[in-house]
């Protein structure tokens, strides 16, 4: 789809001058583009660098994964005692590969859709960034992560809200984010209290550490809920 060190050149001036040394006429010439499609500003051919970018971050993420795990075997002592364990256990368990063909797949998926998109289209748009990303997105099957979708899908919305406040059809107010957090914070101790089954054990733990008690809360909300319900004659929920 592309040569090699294609990309965009700026705009050529060529600046004539007389036996003065004083410029008599500036010329702009036509902007030249190595790309074929004239739309790709990357370097090299489209399929080659999304590969290239592919298997770039498939290096970055499986590499780290299985260096921590690595090192935290070794430093744990499994290496003399359980050499070939802990090789399963690092270098080769399935959730580090499968994080490294993730963000291989994630990101050079995305690079190849939006070449893709940009040549059937002959147009660089927003709508092939959206098609492109949320086909790439699919790349999730490797290595499924809530805490990941989750922290995307943050995202996601500040870039919408960004998005939307730049264009004027909303506006942004001072502490604003404050707010935000008071909100989330409101819903998350409703959560803690009255409904603890649909909050991860992890961030359950997290939250009473929030809330500086050393004892099991989990056991006094579940007194308070069965007090509230037995007084004011409610049944109680059959997940509590």
């Known amino acids: 789809m592309g040569d090699n060190n294609s990309e965009v050149l700026q705009h050529e001036i060529k600046i004539e001058s007389n036996d003065n040394g ?20 990357h370097r090299g051919n489209c399929f080659l660098s999304a590969l ?25 002592r499994k290496l003399y005692k359980q050499p070939r364990k802990l090789i399963n256990q690092s270098i080769l368990h ?7 063909l993730f963000l291989g797949c994630y990101t050079g998926g995305y690079r190849m859709l939006n070449c893709l998109l940009r040549n059937l ?51 942004s107010y001072k502490h604003g ?15 803690f209290v009255w409904e603890p089954k649909t909050i991860r054990p992890s961030y359950l733990k997290f939250l009473s550490k929030v809330a500086g008690s050393q004892k099991n809360l989990g056991q006094i909300t579940a007194v308070i809920r069965e007090s509230y ?7 109680p929920p059959h997940d509590h």
């Open 229 to 235: 319900y037995l007084q004011n004659g409610i049944k």
């Open 52 to 76: 290239k970018i592919m298997l770039r971050n498939f290096g970055i993420g499986y590499g780290l994964r299985a260096s921590i795990a690595l090192l935290s075997g070794i430093f744990m």
């Open 121 to 171: 289209r002959g147009k660089d748009d927003g709508l092939n960034s959206m098609i492109a990303g949320f086909f790439s997105g699919s790349a999730m099957m490797f290595s499924k992560s809530t805490e990941m979708a989750l922290y995307l899908f943050a995202r996601a919305l500040e870039s919408i809200f960004n998005a939307a406040h730049k264009r004027g059809y909303v506006k």
């Open 94 to 100: 399935k959730d580090i590969i499968g994080f490294g």
């Open 22 to 41: 004083k410029p008599m006429e500036v010329t702009e010439l036509t902007p030249t583009y190595i790309n074929p499609n004239k739309i790709c500003k």
């Open 177 to 191: 984010d404050t707010l935000l957090f008071c909100l989330c914070t409101t819903i998350m101790f409703y959560a």
